[in-house]
């Protein structure tokens, strides 16, 4: 069942279900919290939640806001390792393509947020795919195992996954990525073709073929919310 309420400054969608074993909290690009909770949580419950992590949540919605796209000119979206500014032009069709330091985008109508959005995607998703595709192979050899068949998907959370069938996916997102962390980023899904686990094995595996791993690790980590191709 799903609702909305307010407490104080704070607004929120309420999804209950009895599939939802625990109550978890997310701040949307719009500062509205969308809760999911077991069906059994009153609202009451929910609220002292809120209240009582007022401050910590006061601070993510604004940050939240704050990083929110535009999709208006002069919007700035990581690429590559590097920013570029959005720069929307009329045109007979929605493309997007990168020109020097700029993001164009070509589109019918530039106040048409979801068609722009999609015309991004669009450009993230074959970019990124024309990078992973070597850095797959590479890695494949480096370890000796065969070269997996990939997929990019428009994943939010996870940026590369590997399936107990070997197959791997990346998200589009992954095309905000410099080339060490991207690099990093494949070796770390291949890598589990060896050990499907988080093993001490594993991490040795890794500390094997790169050696400053858990510093692109991080860097990579630090992109998450920069990398968010949402409005």
């Known amino acids: 069942m799903k609702s909305t309420g ?31 909770a077991p069906r059994r949580v009153s609202r009451r419950v929910i609220e002292e939640l809120i209240t009582e992590h007022r401050e910590h949540l006061l601070n993510r919605i604004d940050e939240e806001v704050r990083d929110a796209h535009t999709y208006e000119d002069g ?5 590559a390792g590097g920013m570029v500014a959005l720069q929307l032009r009329t045109g007979n069709d929605y493309r997007a393509y990168i020109e020097d330091d700029l993001l164009v985008v070509s589109a ?17 998703r074959a970019e990124a795919r024309r990078r992973i595709g070597p850095l797959v192979e590479q890695w494949s050899r480096t370890l000796g195992v065969s070269a997996p068949s990939f997929t990019i998907r428009d994943s939010k959370k996870r940026w590369g996954s590997c399936s107990k069938e070997g197959r791997l996916n990346f998200s589009l997102r992954s095309q905000a990525l410099g080339e060490e962390e991207l690099s990093y980023l494949v070796l770390h899904e291949v890598a589990h073709l060896v050990h499907f686990n988080h093993s001490g ?21 630090a992109m998450q919310r920069a990398s968010q191709l949402i409005y």
Do not use: C, W
């Not at 019918?108 to 993230?124: E, F, P, S």
């Open 108 to 124: 019918r109508n530039i106040q048409d947020k979801g068609r722009i959005l999609h015309a991004i995607k669009t450009l993230y």
């Open 6 to 36: 307010k407490v104080g400054t704070i607004r929120y969608t309420l999804l209950t279900s009895r599939a939802n074993r625990r109550i978890t909290i997310r701040v949307g690009p719009d500062g509205i919290l969308a809760i999911r």
């Open 75 to 79: 919007d700035r979206f990581p690429y």
């Open 201 to 221: 094995e594993f991490k040795a595996l890794l500390q094997t073929h790169m050696s400053d791993y858990k510093i692109r690790q991080k860097r990579m980590y």
